[in-house]
């Protein structure tokens, strides 16, 4: 059965500190693992997609990277901005269009 | 100039009633989602429409029903409210595809 996995469940940081999130998945056949970031009360806000493994994307503080099996973002240096949940999503080859989400790391970045 | 737009924005309604939330996108997308939040975070896809035909079909209820008058909206109306079903419902759009997009939400009680 296909799995998407998120560890930890909650991490909270001091500005500054950085740290990397996990995102391990178990599917047959990855056509994209895209990650998203959610604030209370919003909804899912586009980040990265990763197609393949060894691929990297970066955006600001964070950067996605993927082997064949997990996926991590890094958050560098973060700031209080950076809070939020942080949820990462597998499409596979035969469910196109389909996503299916890890249950997302909380992260608290306090100043 | 929002690009995914759900309404009502907060609905608070009894056991057994009867309701609708609607969801409109002006990204000129082609593909229409409806995703399912519950009390643990837990995104899970429910429906989409591709150029207003149903492609994905999860194990829903079918008290509800997806409805799609054109692209660039799609509609969840709820039968026989129950508690189980208080929520926030997002919907999604993509063209091709490719990245979706999620709308604020729509945040379901029943009592």
């Known amino acids: 059965e296909d799995q998407v996995t998120q560890s930890p469940e909650a991490l909270r940081l001091q500005e500054g500190e950085s740290s990397s999130l996990n995102c391990s998945y178990t599917?047959?056949?990855?056509?994209?693992l895209f990650w998203y970031r959610q604030d209370p009360g919003k909804g899912p806000e586009f980040l990265f997609t990763?197609?393949?493994a060894g691929e990297e994307k970066e955006k600001e503080r964070l950067k996605a990277t993927l082997t064949k099996k997990e996926s991590f973002l890094h958050i560098t240096a973060p700031k209080p901005e950076d809070s939020a949940t942080y949820l990462c999503?597998?499409?596979?080859?035969?469910?196109?269009?389909?996503?299916?989400f890890g249950a997302g790391t909380q992260v608290v970045v306090t100043p | 100039d929002t690009a995914v737009s759900q309404t009502p924005k907060y609905l608070v309604t009894q056991m057994g009633n009867d309701k609708s939330i609607k969801c409109e996108q002006n990204?000129?997308?082609?593909?229409m989602y409806w995703y399912k939040q519950d009390s643990k975070k837990f995104l899970k896809i429910m429906f989409s429409?591709?150029?207003?035909?149903?492609?994905i079909n999860e194990t829903v209820p079918n008290r509800f029903s997806p409805k799609s008058p054109d692209k660039a909206h799609l509609n969840l109306h709820i039968n026989s409210l129950e508690l189980g079903d208080s929520a926030v419902y997002f919907c999604?759009?993509?063209?091709?595809?490719?990245?979706?997009?999620f709308g604020p939400g729509t945040r379901l009680l029943v009592l």
């Open positions: 999604a759009s993509t063209r091709g595809g490719e990245t979706q997009y």
């Open positions: 599917v047959s056949g990855l056509r994209g």
């Open positions: 990763l197609y393949s």
């Open positions: 999503a597998a499409e596979t080859t035969d469910s196109w269009g389909k996503l299916q």
């Open positions: 990204l000129g997308h082609d593909t």
């Open positions: 429409y591709n150029n207003k035909e149903l492609i």
